[in-house]
T-cell receptor, first 115, second 110 residues
Framework: EADIYQTPRYLVIGTGKKITLECSQTMGHDKMYWYQQDPGMELHLIHYSYGVNSTEKGDLSSESTVSRIRTEHFPLTLESARPSHTSQYLC??????????????FGPGTRLTVL | DQQVKQNSPSLSVQEGRISILNCDYTNSMFDYFLWYKKYPAEGPTFLISISSIKDKNEDGRFTVFLNKSAKHLSLHIVPSQPGDSAVYFCAARNDYKLSFGAGTTVTVRA
């Protein structure tokens, strides 16, 4: 069973607020990912990290930023939330002692609504 | 530029019958293909996968077929059960990153 956690699960917030979405995994995976998904659409990769102090932007441009100071922690931050940021944000990880790099394990997601 | 496409947004099947989900891709660099299952308000869960060097992989009720020349893969679920009702995503890997299709919503009728 995958051990990857995301908080909060749901967040409703006003325009202009700064938010941080948390993602943690206890599997020792070195690779972590953030995806954004709207209903009926594909998951879009917005950030990824292949190890501590390594972060890259994904295929979909995003105003969010990420950091990877510890292996197990990969938070995503929006400095000033806007209604266009309303979406589901999914965190995933892969690698390490559990499954190699073939599968990515996903957290439960954060449903963000910006009013 | 969507590199992975699931052209059927929905599929309705009777309990006990076979469900067949299809997926097409365009990038020849993909080396590994996966199917994920997703319930509303939850993250995707891994279902089954196949390496690009194989053409079939089976796991219980789930079988994935890969046709590299046609750049096409399919997922067969037999027999379909009510608990299989969910959204199924096809994904393809290149350089540790996954590209996803838009998903197919499967509804299993009793």
């Amino acid at each position: 069973e995958a051990d990857i956690y995301q908080t909060p699960r749901y967040l409703v917030i006003g325009t202009g607020k700064k938010i941080t979405l948390e993602c943690s995994q206890t599997m020792g995976h070195d690779k972590m990912y953030w995806y954004q998904q709207d209903p009926g659409m594909e998951l879009h990769l917005i950030h990824y990290s292949y190890g501590v102090n390594s972060t890259e932007k994904g295929d979909l441009s995003s105003e969010s930023t990420v950091s990877r100071i510890r292996t197990e922690h990969f938070p995503l931050t929006l400095e000033s939330a806007r209604p266009s940021h309303t979406s589901q944000y999914l965190c995933a990880s892969s690698g390490g002692r559990t499954s190699g790099y073939n599968e990515q394990f996903f957290g439960p997601g954060t449903r963000l609504t910006v009013l | 530029d969507q590199q992975v496409k699931q052209n059927s947004p929905s599929l309705s099947v009777q309990e006990g019958r076979i469900s067949i989900l299809n997926c097409d891709y365009t990038n020849s660099m993909f080396d590994y293909f996966l199917w994920y299952k997703k319930y509303p308000a939850e993250g995707p869960t891994f279902l089954i996968s196949i390496s690009s060097i194989k053409d079939k992989n089976e796991d219980g009720r789930f079988t994935v077929f890969l046709n590299k020349s046609a750049k096409h893969l399919s997922l067969h679920i037999v027999p379909s059960q009510p608990g299989d009702s969910a959204v199924y995503f096809c994904a393809a890997r290149n350089d540790y990153k996954l590209s996803f299709g838009a998903g197919t919503t499967v509804t299993v009728r009793a």
